[in-house]
Nanobody, 123 residues
Framework: QVQLVESGGGLVQAGGSLRLACVASRLTFSAYAMGWFRQAPGKEREFVVSISRGGDSTYYADSVKGRFTISRDNAKNTVYLQMSSLKPEDSAVYYC????????????????WGQGTQVTVSS
């Protein structure tokens, strides 16, 4: 059974940084595009960023452009999300996801999901 396990969430002050990681198992990691999504209480899950299978293409939501950076290490089956200049509105549960379609922003286009990690940004 495919597993995606996120880590690195926590409580941080506004302006601070966090680095999330998502480790995949029982998945041909390099065959999948990877995405990060987030969901705040009472809101729909929203696209944050995705990265292509080889890591050469990335796609960012406008709300995080210039502050967040996605990367991946196919040898370690891991995708990372470096978050800087965090704002209270970035507070949410962050999910990683795997899908075949590169550059996809829609939740329905991802096949596998992690359980999420909580990020809380205090003002």
């Amino acid at each position: 059974q495919v597993q995606l396990v996120e880590s690195g969430g926590g409580l941080v002050q506004a302006g601070g940084s966090l680095r999330l990681a998502c480790v995949a198992s029982r998945l041909t990691f390099s065959a999948y595009a990877m995405g990060w999504f987030r969901q705040a209480p009472g809101k729909e899950r929203e696209f944050v960023v995705s990265i292509s299978r080889g890591g050469d293409s990335t796609y960012y939501a406008d709300s995080v452009k210039g502050r967040f950076t996605i990367s991946r290490d196919n040898a370690k089956n891991t995708v990372y999300l470096q978050m800087s200049s965090l704002k209270p509105e970035d507070s949410a549960v962050y999910y990683c996801a795997a899908g075949f379609r590169q550059g996809a922003a829609a939740v329905r286009l991802y096949d596998y999901w992690g359980q999420g990690t909580q990020v809380t940004v205090s003002s």
